[in-house]
Nanobody, 117 residues
């Protein structure tokens, strides 16, 4: 199983980025896909999650209204559209695929997002 994030980079406050997470080796699409982030010196935190059918999403309070999670099961890819970025959104962003049926999850290697003027 491999999850590969991309789309990170340096952006000014107020800007936008779109992260992608491409999955391979997963046996089915019945997993919850989530995005987490970890800022320097802080614990990893959940940013957003989406169910396998894409019908239910959840967001951390800090990003609600600014970030949108989505997925394309045919392409085995998940996305995180990040708008109105703030300095405090800086960190390494990781995607996670979790199978609730057997309690197993997989992580990507992370992509750096830096919001700075």
């Amino acid at each position: 199983v491999q999850l590969v994030e991309s789309g990170g980079g340096l952006v000014q406050p107020g800007g936008s980025l779109r992260l992608s997470c491409a999955a391979s080796g997963l046996t089915s699409s019945s997993y919850i896909m989530s995005w987490y982030r970890q800022a320097p010196g802080k614990e990893r935190e959940l940013v957003a999650g989406i169910r396998s059918d894409g019908g239910n999403t959840n967001y951390a309070d800090a990003v609600t209204g600014r970030f949108t999670i989505s997925r394309d099961n045919a392409k085995k890819t998940a996305y995180l559209q990040m708008n109105s970025l703030k300095v405090e959104d800086t960190g390494v962003y990781y995607c996670n695929a979790y199978y609730p049926s057997h309690g197993r999850g997989y992580w990507g290697q992370g992509t750096q997002v830096t919001v700075s003027s």
